[in-house]
């Protein structure tokens, strides 16, 4: 079939499910990114013509680095120094000397055209991180097919597209998009995301998120059939792309997205009314964030402090680990924003689904079970001492708690402790300013730390329930991969179970504890969070006015029946009916919450 035969073959309505990366709905053109498909044909140069070739070269890497750093002031004016900064990866590959060097010497050995020679030394680069299962690798992977786009549509004289120079609003969707190209959207007349690659979790996910743009992933559709820019609504509610929606279609959805708003604006009535439920009972409800960027976003819903900031998100922004004074100046700017609110800082979650360079480490078979979060923190000393100074030294400007990740047994806290008292004690010889009451405490994502949970939280100050990788590993099911996502269900009554427990050991032990992982932020699970004895909820801050809503239309009493008869749920078909059914009965007349 011819290739022109091929575009838009789609004329009729077609719904395409994927899985839900990040709510919202919007509609827009949809326009398949296909920029990493630039064909090369190879041409035979004179040795005349070498010089010129070469400096066609050098030229096309000079305007690469000028049109990103461009765009990256420009981002930075429109949305913040810390999503802007993720482009500097691409600036630091493109300003790679010895790799331009190596393709300097391609042209002039080989005596091929500029394009030539730069294909074939990206297609070496790639296909060796292409065998790598490293995800920082696979990030880099990326950027690098990107970049490549960038400099042959330069070696060609012709101007390459970017995110940002999209006129119409438009829905973008493509195998993969790097971290790069999604920080491009922020501001954008780029209204949705639809990938095949990424799950629920996945830095797709996450930074769609905190752009609070809808995300469809996981999609298996061959995108080249929907090329020609046909209509689309995206709805990152139930992980659905539209193609060629029909009038009903639209306005059903155009009666949902009025609802919605109307419900988004209704709920920030009480953006500062406490969470609490009829019969009295106080829950905090925090925002995660990865971005200084979304604190005003968070604040302007009513978030009362960020329940987690996940620092490993400084790796995109800085290329690799940050110094302790890079990091110390993104705690204090983050500090300073949320006080008199407080922030709970993570330590560094390295390694598995999230990114780490690879000097650092040996190949894995199994990266999710290997040298990953605090592992790695209690093996690089150096970096974890530097890591907690910078923490401490920011908590001198507000109410700062550090939490580990991944934590599976006492002698992981007691080791981190030790080393969090050593740095405290230097800080103090040195007379450098920190809180010594900052408090101390980790995540509960493995499963053998939530069955310990009683002995566990003798040990610190509070727990907060990473119910993301709770059910990765308890259901043996890798949360970043689209082949097994349906088999991901953070209600699996056996993660119930274990959410209860820890909730249990923490409570028990007189000691807070919190749910950060995605389920804190929907709906469905709050009345069973709540009622299990959950003291605050950390969800992406877009959820909070919803959840807040639940909490104050809910007794405390009726959740804590609700989260018992859920306990005691088989399957998680039993365990989403109950609690379905308890808020449709219980929100009948006014809008029901799912
Ligand atoms: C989790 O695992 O639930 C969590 C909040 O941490 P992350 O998603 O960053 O792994
Ligand atoms: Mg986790």
């Known amino acids: ?55 066609r070269f050098r030229d096309a ?97 012709l101007r390459h597209q970017t995110l940002v120079s999209i006129k119409e609003p438009s829905i973008v969707a493509a195998k993969a998009l790097s971290a790069g190209e999604i920080a491009q959207i922020a501001g954008s007349n780029v209204v949705g995301i639809v990938t095949r690659e990424g799950g629920v979790t996945s830095h797709t996910a996450l930074l769609a998120k905190s752009l609070n743009i809808p995300a469809v992933l996981g999609i298996e559709d061959d995108f080249e059939r929907l090329e020609g820019e046909p209509h689309a609504i995206i709805d990152g509610y139930q992980g659905k792309l539209i193609i060629n ?18 419900e988004q604006e209704q709920l920030l009535v009480a953006r500062d009314e406490p969470a609490a439920t009829l019969d009295g009972h106080r829950v905090n409800l925090l925002a995660n964030i990865e971005l200084v960027s979304e604190i005003d976003m968070a604040l302007s819903v009513g978030a009362e402090g960020i329940g987690l900031y996940r620092s490993e998100f400084m790796y995109f922004t800085h290329g690799g680990l940050p110094s302790e004074e890079q990091q110390f100046k993104v705690y204090r700017k983050i500090v300073e924003k949320i006080s008199p609110r407080p922030v709970t800082i993570r330590t560094f979650d390295l390694g598995g689904d ?86 101390f405490g980790i995540m509960i994502e493995i499963p053998s730390a939530a069955i310990n949970a009683i002995s566990i939280a003798k040990y610190v100050d509070f727990f907060s329930i990473g119910t993301n990788d709770l059910t990765q590993y308890t259901l043996a099911v890798d949360r970043g991969n689209e082949i097994v996502s349906k088999l991901f269900e953070s209600f699996d009554p056996a993660v119930i179970k274990l959410t209860a427990m820890a909730i249990k050991g923490a409570r028990d032990a007189g000691i807070p504890v919190s749910v950060c992982g995605e389920m804190a932020g929907d709906p469905l699970a709050t009345v069973l969070l709540v009622g299990l004895g959950a003291s605050a909820l950390s969800a992406p801050y877009s959820t909070l006015p919803q ?29 989403k009916n109950l609690l379905a059914n308890y808020l449709t009965e219980h929100f009948e007349g006014s809008s029901c919450p799912i």
Not at 246 to 258: A, C, F, P, V
Not at 385 to 411: E, F, H, T, W
Request: with cysteine.
């Open 245 to 262: 929606p029909t009038e009903d279609t639209i306005e059903r959805y155009n009666e949902r997205y009025l609802n919605y708003a109307r």
């Open 61 to 157: 890497i000079t305007d690469a680095i000028t049109e990103i750093t461009r765009l990256k002031r420009d981002m930075i004016k429109r949305i913040g120094s810390d999503v802007a900064d993720i482009l500097e990866v691409q600036i630091m590959i493109l300003s790679d000397e010895e790799m331009n060097r190596r393709i300097v010497s391609r042209i002039r050995e080989e005596k091929v055209n500029a394009e030539f020679a730069y294909d074939n030394e990206i297609r070496t680069v790639t296909e060796s991180l292409k065998k790598s299962t490293n995800e920082y690798f696979r990030q880099r992977l990326f950027d690098i097919n990107g970049i490549r786009a960038k400099v042959l549509t330069n070696l060609r004289g």
């Open 1 to 55: 079939m011819a290739k022109n035969n091929q575009i838009n073959t789609v004329k009729d309505e077609l719904i395409i499910n994927g899985i839900s990366g990040s709510p919202g709905i919007s509609s827009g053109k949809l326009l398949v990114i296909k920029w990493h498909k630039i064909p090369v044909k190879k041409e035979n140069l004179h040795a005349a013509e070498i010089d010129t070739e070469v400096r």
């Open 354 to 439: 999230k990114f780490i360079e690879d000097s650092l480490r040996t190949f894995e078979v199994n990266p999710f079970l290997g040298w990953r979060a605090i592992r790695i923190s209690l093996t690089l000393r150096d970096y974890f001492k530097s890591q907690l100074r910078a923490i401490l030294r920011a908590s001198a400007y507000g109410d700062v708690s550090i939490m580990l990740p991944m934590i599976c047994n006492i002698d992981e806290v007691c080791e981190s402790k030790e080393i969090f008292e050593q740095v405290k004690k230097e800080l103090k010889d040195e007379g450098i300013a920190f809180n010594p009451e900052t408090r």
């Open 547 to 575: 959840i807040k809503n639940i909490i104050r239309n809910i007794f405390y009493r009726d959740a804590q029946d609700i989260a018992k008869k859920a306990l005691d749920a088989e399957s998680t078909g039993q365990l």
